[in-house]
T-cell receptor, first 110, second 118 residues
Framework: GQQVMQIPQYQHVQEGEDFTTYCNSS?????IQWYKQRPGGHPVFLIQ?????EVKKQKRLTFQFGEAKKNSSLHITATQTTDVGTYFC??????????FGTGTRLTIIP | KAGVTQTPRYLIKTRGQQVTLSCSPI?????VSWYQQTPGQGLQFLFE???????NKGNFPGRFSGRQFSNSRSEMNVSTLELGDSALYLC?????????????????FGAGSRLTVL
């Protein structure tokens, strides 16, 4: 079946460093969504990108959707302890169900 | 606006028993999706219901089943529990999880039901 691969699986960064997670698909996605799950919590929607090459920002977070709509990235500038958690991407292939990536677990070293 | 409510939040069962989990979606949401989350396994899709119809099912054995009622509330059932069924079961509601372009597919997750099988 169609899959969404996410790398890296784990990332440990010093507080204040930048962080990036990548999402890749072998086939074109209709959209890409990003969710954040805090430790012990549930996934919470962050953003959705729909257009080819789209870039959106939320404070220190920058989200990109590739030109071919097959990849996406989430970049966090100057990480803070509140950024700890697992970041999931998810996308629709056509009008099929959302397919989630495997997630990137971010830990911050104070 | 009330969020997605899942009950029970925690439960402990023994092997061979069965369990029923409940999910009340956000008012007006007609789509309910269920996911299983275990450490290191990410979010595994179980099934999705829309207007009382199952539209899609993940790769889980027939012991896992679900249904949706006319008020959009959903239940999932796991029969003949196995140790490997221990997990966090998440329910997520949306206007329409299959609608890729309208924003109706944004999922709102409940807090989950944490099942431990002994």
């Amino acid at each position: 079946g169609q899959q969404v691969m996410q790398i890296p699986q784990y990332q440990h960064v010093q507080e204040g460093e930048d962080f990036t997670t990548y999402c890749n698909s072998s086939t074109t996605l209709s959209n890409i969504q990003w969710y954040k799950q805090r430790p012990g919590g549930h996934p919470v929607f962050l953003i959705q990108l729909v257009k080819s090459g789209e870039v959106k920002k939320q404070k220190r977070l920058t989200f990109q959707f590739g030109e071919a709509k097959k990849n996406s990235s989430l970049h966090i500038t100057a990480t803070q302890t509140t950024d700890v958690g697992t970041y999931f991407c998810a996308g629709n292939f056509g009008n099929e169900k959302l397919t989630f990536g495997t997630g990137t677990r971010l830990t911050i070293i104070p | 606006k009330a969020g997605v409510t899942q009950t029970p939040r925690y439960l402990i069962k023994t092997r061979g028993q069965q369990v029923t989990l409940s999910c009340s979606p956000i008012s007006g949401h007609r789509s309910v999706s269920w996911y299983q989350q275990t450490p290191g396994q990410g979010l595994q899709f179980l099934f999705e219901y829309f207007s009382e119809t199952q539209r899609n099912k993940g790769n889980f054995p027939g012991r896992f089943s679900g249904r949706q009622f006319s008020n959009s509330r959903s239940e999932m059932n796991v029969s003949t529990l196995e140790l490997g069924d221990s997990a966090l079961y998440l329910c997520a509601s949306s206007s329409d999880a299959f609608s890729a372009f309208s924003g109706a597919n944004v999922l709102t997750f409940g807090a989950g039901s944490r099942l431990t099988v002994l």
